[in-house]
C-alpha cells in the first residue's frame, strides 16, 4: 500500500474493462469517493479523468490537518446496466519519518 504525507498530492487511478476484458470508456462518466481514515466522507460524486481508453485518475491534494492511517477510494462506471466498481486505499503519515 502506498504511504503519502499530508500536503502531497495522491494520484488515484482506475482501469475500466467490459465484460470479455477489453479496455472500455463507458457511456456515462467515472465518479470518485474518497474516505478518510476516520470514514469520513472527502470526495463524492466527482467526475475522473480520462487518460486514454479504460485508464481514469483522480488527482486528490491532502490538506496540511488530514487524518493519518488508511483511507479508502472508489472509481464507478455505469454502462448501460453494467456498474462496474473498482477501489483501493492508501496510507496517509503525519511526516515522512513517520511513512
Avoid at 8 to 29: C, F, H, M
Wanted: proline share 1%.
Amino acid at each position: 500500500m502506498a504511504t503519502f504525507t499530508r500536503g502531497e498530492t495522491v494520484r488515484l487511478e482506475a482501469t475500466i474493462r467490459t465484460l470479455d476484458g477489453a479496455l472500455s470508456n463507458p457511456d456515462t462518466s467515472i465518479t470518485v469517493r474518497v474516505e478518510d481514515s476516520a470514514g469520513a466522507v472527502k470526495v463524492d460524486s466527482v467526475a475522473a479523468t480520462n487518460d486514454r481508453t479504460g485508464y481514469y485518475y483522480y488527482l486528490y491534494t491532502l490538506l496540511a490537518a488530514a487524518a493519518t492511517g488508511t483511507w479508502y477510494f472508489e472509481f464507478k462506471a455505469t454502462d448501460d446496466t453494467v456498474v462496474t466498481i473498482e477501489g483501493g486505499s492508501f496510507t496517509v503519515a503525519a511526516s515522512t519519518t513517520e511513512a
